[in-house]
């Protein structure tokens, strides 16, 4: 089992800038991919970003490269979301996952999932 709790979401104006984090407890954390998905009203559940074992294995979607970005710190079982350039489309309910291949995360199948924490950008 692992646990997911998300933290670090409010409101912010366009523009501005927020991190969350992910704090994971339970089995290994090392070995699995971390990912970070949002869901906003009316729309289906969108993913975010996804990072593997290695910087290198870090996946972005397209609406927030560049503004967007996601780390790990596997000594403290922590990931993040830092999120830069905030804009109202980017208001959701941000959610943490782990799963153990990152193809499948990429892909909105995760094995765990955290409960949420809300974004909310004002124009």
């Known amino acids: 089992q692992v646990q997911l709790v998300e933290s670090g979401g409010g409101s912010v104006q366009a523009g501005g800038s927020l991190r969350l984090s992910c704090a994971a407890s339970g089995r290994t954390f090392n070995s699995y991919a971390m990912g970070w998905f949002r869901h906003s009203p009316g729309k289906e559940r969108e993913f975010v970003a996804a990072r593997g074992w290695t910087a290198g294995s870090t996946i972005y979607a397209d609406s927030v490269k560049g503004r967007f970005t996601i780390s790990r710190d596997n000594a403290k079982n922590m990931v993040y979301l830092q999120m830069s350039s905030l804009k109202p489309e980017d208001t959701a309910v941000y959610y943490c996952?782990?799963?153990?291949?990152?193809?499948?995360?990429?892909?909105?199948?995760?094995?765990?999932w955290g409960q949420g924490t809300q974004v909310t950008v004002s124009s």
């Open positions: 996952a782990a799963e153990n291949r990152l193809v499948s995360i990429i892909r909105g199948v995760a094995e765990y």
